[in-house]
């Protein structure tokens, strides 16, 4: 039989990311699928994960070809590791690495800390689970995370992962927004419970308004049930931070450090993941132990046996070191469901920058979307095989169905069975139509793997931004986002208090924006009067015209 032809890319250093240099390549029978299955098919026992490659399209010649470059990615990760100042736009080191051996950490101090931070967190995970610690109603039942971000996207991950409702300790909740209705949502849940719920209040600085106004939500909930907020609240920040004086100053029950070589993508393995994976009942150091294993192996200098450095190898490949293609990852187990939403923050903030470490505009980026399969068969997997041809798929593919034995739900096939049945046929199908994918094996969901699962794509994300060479670590996208909602929150300021001022008085958009001395936040004035208006405590409201030029705001 012929086989049949497609266009791909043809990979050469000269000419990477030229989308005019294309050969025609074969789609494989299945005796040369097979001797690819082969040669690109790595196992990695001491950590239990496999990782197929096979599935990409690239040429025999890339490995080779990419070698020097892989090289000074290793070096660069030996550089980092030991302590050298990786993020230099924010001048700081990067150690999560360390969070997990602290032998490597660069100094005595900070082995300790980070060392005495596991201690405090299981002994007062004794006291709370012994009922020595407890809330004002009885021994704690729940805890609730007030972060974002870093703060509890890895701890809901974590959470959602390992959790086992017959055996958790307490049971986790999440306000990760400062969404008002998102907040009462989960003080409604909690309302009959609060003085058995442990808060967890999360920030770095301290000063992060989403985590502050979650907190004073919450915190005047409990006063309004007449409980004491402090009693039965932690924090875990950067010392001296805002919110460190003000747990202080409180008496909260305990703090924990936030440190600044940790950013917070990649805080799991820290007091940010540790301390409420603890008290749900997780094995944090069979965690902690996943992620060193895992750091162990993808040190090696050698692309055959690093499984990281063949991520960033694939990532680069695919998208043509410019992120040309995205990133679908498809678990195929719903305790995964949340790893694409967790890989998102940690890819796309990580390596999405305008500027590379020279100073050049380069734009980088992956998008990284998904959630499970088999689900998403019957979702978005038509495009993938059929629609716009930008992406490349990760499925993540768990062996262990359950614990139990299964029932057979055919003559000897289980549901289980019908899932792999279903990862298999989509994995061959998207590879029928040239959609390019990597699998990604483990045995089953524990903590150890979840651990390695953690820290692969850790060291695979500090590989690519070498290979791009883009600084990983720092963030100044959302920090313009932030600034430039700190400058809508100070306009609005102003409008209230002129409106207010002013009370027998409406006003056009022109007039209030020539009486702030703003002429050029009109459309600032118009939205930020909408929002007021759509409020009742606001007092504002909007006398709506046949056109915006003549619609008035005033307050009540």
């Known amino acids: ?75 660069a990760m030996d550089a980092l590791e030991s302590g050298s100042i990786a993020n230099p736009d924010e001048n700081r080191m990067v150690g999560h690495y360390w969070l997990r051996n602290p032998k490597l950490a660069p100094s005595p101090e900070i082995r300790t800390s980070i060392n005495q931070t596991i201690e405090n967190i299981t002994n007062f995970t004794a ?15 729940n805890f609730l995370i007030v972060g974002i971000g870093g703060s509890a996207l890895g701890p809901q991950f974590v959470s959602n992962a390992l959790s086992n409702p017959n055996e958790d300790n307490l049971t986790a909740w999440f306000i990760d927004n400062t969404d008002p209705d998102g ?28 985590t502050r106004n979650g907190m004073l939500e919450i915190q005047n909930y409990y006063r309004s049930k007449g409980l004491d907020f402090a009693k039965h609240a932690v924090a875990i920040t950067g010392e001296g931070s805002a919110l460190d004086k003000v747990a202080k100053s409180e008496n909260w029950i305990r703090r924990f450090p936030m440190w600044d070589w940790v950013g917070g993508r990649t805080s799991e393995t820290s007091a940010v993941g540790l301390l409420p994976a603890s008290l749900q009942g997780i094995d ?4 902690l132990n ?7 192996v993808t040190r090696k200098k050698s692309f055959e046996e690093n499984p990281a450095a063949q991520l960033a190898l694939m990532w680069y490949y695919s998208g043509d070191g410019v992120g040309k293609k995205d990133m679908v990852i498809l678990p195929y187990k719903d305790r995964l469901e949340l790893f694409s939403k967790y890989l998102q923050q940690l890819v796309m903030e990580s390596i ?84 390019e994918s990597i699998t990604i094996n483990i045995t089953n969901i524990d903590s150890f793997n979840i651990g390695v699962l953690i820290a692969l794509y850790e060291r695979a994300v500090g590989y690519y931004s070498t290979l791009v060479n883009i600084n990983a670590y720092h963030q100044p996208g959302v920090e313009a986002g932030k600034k430039a909602a700190e400058e809508i929150i100070d306009l609005q300021v102003k409008i209230a208090v002129f409106l207010k001022k002013n009370r027998n008085n409406a006003y056009t958009i022109e007039q209030i924006a020539d009486a702030l001395g703003e002429p050029k936040k009109r459309e600032e004035i118009y939205h930020i009067g909408l929002h007021l ?24």
């Open 1 to 75: 039989m012929p086989l049949s032809y497609n266009y791909v890319r043809f990979v050469s250093r000269a000419n990477f990311g030229n989308r005019q240099n294309l050969k025609l390549m074969p789609l494989l029978d299945s005796d040369q699928l097979w001797e690819r299955f082969k040669k690109y098919y790595f196992e990695f026992p001491s950590i239990n994960l496999g990782l197929d490659i096979s599935r990409m399209n690239f040429g025999d010649e890339l490995i080779e070809e990419f070698r020097p470059r892989l090289e000074e990615a290793f070096q």
């Open 127 to 141: 006291e709370v689970h012994d009922g020595k610690i407890r809330g004002e109603d009885g021994p704690f039942k």
């Open 183 to 210: 907040i009462d949502q989960i003080k409604a849940k909690l309302s009959n419970l609060l003085g058995k719920t442990l808060i967890i209040v999360i920030s770095k600085s301290g000063g992060t308004k989403e």
């Open 284 to 287: 944090i150091q069979s965690l």
């Open 290 to 296: 996943g992620a060193k294993e895992c750091d162990e």
């Open 352 to 435: 999405g920058k305008e500027r590379d470490l020279a100073g050049i505009v380069v734009n980088q980026g992956i998008a990284v979307y998904g959630n499970k399969g088999s689900t998403d068969q019957h979702a978005y997997v038509q495009q993938l095989r059929e629609g716009v041809h930008n992406f490349f798929v990760t499925f993540i593919r768990v062996l262990r169905d359950r614990k139990e034995k299964s029932i057979e739900v055919e003559e000897s096939i289980t549901s289980g069975d019908y899932l792999d049945g279903f990862y298999q046929g989509t994995r061959k199908a998207l590879y029928e139509n040239q959609r």
């Open 533 to 556: 208006s759509s409020n009742p405590s606001s007092e504002i409201e909007i006398n709506k015209d046949d056109s915006i030029d003549s619609l008035t705001i005033s307050a009540r």
